[in-house]
């Protein structure tokens, strides 16, 4: 007689440890769970995923952290599959954003992720057997564990050092420069303004919903929806809000909107003074009410700036400043500012809409598109003039004949060649100040290895 297949052991390659939390905002991460999956099998996490089909073997964990988003979107659906087929698992991919693999831009939570946040109570508390990180920690505008109310950390209060992604389970809760703990009893709950409490409200809402079980994948139209929903609404204002702008400039070829950051979805979202979930389920109900006068002047809402990308803030404010100090002088393209710092156009843009608009209106309106390429060619000419020169004698005044072979190489006038220079000598300024205070901050707080 045969017996019954469903009282039969069922085999599995990897141990069919279960996820933590499911359907709740603080779902054990993927991320988490490999580590986990390979602190209980003996072996790393690097290796682990190479023996599954997850990852390359080869790369360290940090790497692998860095290349991967943390298992969030980075990875391909396929790789997630197979872990839920090796551990018997079913539900793992509830421990990502792969409700909104149709949905969310490539870079859905900003810049790869290679140092990680942490709440010190929850290490506090740690226990090896039941304790594991959220995957809501992994994204940069929440600003306190919704367990504790405690401000996230990104550094060790001891040395300042940032923390890898990539350390293993036995050593996360440790400094990797000065073995501190970073576990804290002591921290203290934290008031959030009402804009913060609100962002951490609806990340907590859309990680909940993303943790659901059977919760299907959004359909990829479900944004552009909305947002051309929205854009139906406002058609009789004379100006649309600077985020509705940036969205309808960054339109694709045929008409289609390009996939959304989740900044700029809680943005947009904010405007309309609907939630993120809400927006997700129902579109066009979502957009159907005509909200946007709640918002004075138009403004984009602001969002709480990420702490971890010292470039980035750096770059902000060099824009910033440049607006301020060549408003009577040529305005050099984004680009010669991003370009030295690494950084891309979306980041900025994601990071500041307003600051990101209200440049490129300045630039574009400066010149036509023509004369537009020969000042930003006469500026790097103008930038490596200047590269050599001592940082108190970028001054107007004594170098008052370095204009004129600038103006005949770009082919342009001496009135704008002298423009162009002297924005340079601003430019050269900021930036070199800018660099020493970076310098400075990366000896106070070194990075981890």
Not at 61 to 80: F, N, Q, V, W
Request: aromatic share 6%; hydrophobic share 35%.
């Amino acid at each position: 007689m045969n017996a019954d297949p469903k009282t039969q052991p069922h085999w599995t390659v990897l141990p069919p440890l279960p996820l933590h939390g499911l359907g709740s905002a603080m779902v054990e991460s993927l991320a988490h769970y490999v580590r986990r999956i390979a602190w209980v099998s003996g072996i790393s996490a690097s290796r682990l995923g190479a023996y599954s089909g997850t990852g390359p073997l080869g790369k360290s964990d940090h790497e692998e952290a860095t290349t991967s988003r943390d298992l969030t979107l980075g990875r391909p659906e396929s790789r997630i599959l197979t872990l839920e087929r090796l551990t018997g698992v079913e539900h793992l991919r509830y421990g990502t954003f792969w409700v909104l693999k149709n949905v969310a831009g490539p870079l859905f939570l900003g810049r790869p992720i290679s140092h990680r946040r942490w709440c010190s109570e929850c290490y506090a508390e740690w226990n090896p057997h039941q304790s594991y990180e959220p995957l809501i920690w992994s994204i940069g505008l929440l600003s306190c564990c919704p367990k504790h109310r405690r401000r996230l950390e990104d550094r060790c209060t001891s040395c300042g050092a940032l923390q890898p992604a990539g350390i293993s389970l036995s050593h996360r809760r440790r400094c990797v420069q000065c073995s501190t703990g970073l576990g804290d009893m002591r921290r203290p709950v934290v008031l959030l303004s009402a804009r913060d409490a609100w962002i951490d409200e609806q990340l907590c809402q859309l990680v909940e919903l993303c943790s659901t079980v059977g919760q299907e994948p959004f359909p990829e139209e479900t944004y552009s929806t909305y947002i051309e929903e929205l854009l139906a609404q406002a058609r009789g204002y004379e100006t649309l809000p600077v985020s509705l702008q940036s969205t309808v400039r960054l339109q694709g070829g045929n008409g289609s909107i390009r996939k959304p950051s989740l900044r700029a979805m809680l943005r947009t979202c904010a405007l309309q003074g609907v939630s993120v979930c809400d927006m997700l389920r129902a579109p066009r109900e979502a957009a159907s009410a005509p909200l946007i006068d709640l918002w004075k002047d138009h403004a984009a809402p602001s969002l709480r700036n990420e702490s971890r990308n010292e470039k980035a803030g750096i770059a902000q404010d060099l824009l910033t400043s440049l607006l301020n100090r060549c408003r009577a002088c040529y305005l050099p393209p984004m680009e010669a500012v991003l370009r030295e710092w690494g950084l891309g156009r979306a980041l900025v843009r994601d990071a500041n809409v307003e600051l990101y608009e209200r440049y490129e209106v300045r630039y574009r309106e400066q010149a036509g598109t023509v004369a537009n390429i020969r000042l930003a060619d006469a500026f790097q000419a103008a930038l490596r003039d200047v590269a050599d020169i001592p940082l108190h004698r970028l001054r107007r005044g004594t170098l008052w004949n370095k204009p004129e072979p600038i103006a005949k190489a770009a082919h342009i006038s001496q009135d704008e060649a002298a423009s162009v220079f002297f924005s340079a000598l601003v430019y050269t300024h900021l930036r070199r100040r800018a660099q020493a205070h970076l310098a400075s901050a990366q000896q106070k707080s070194p990075r981890a290895e």
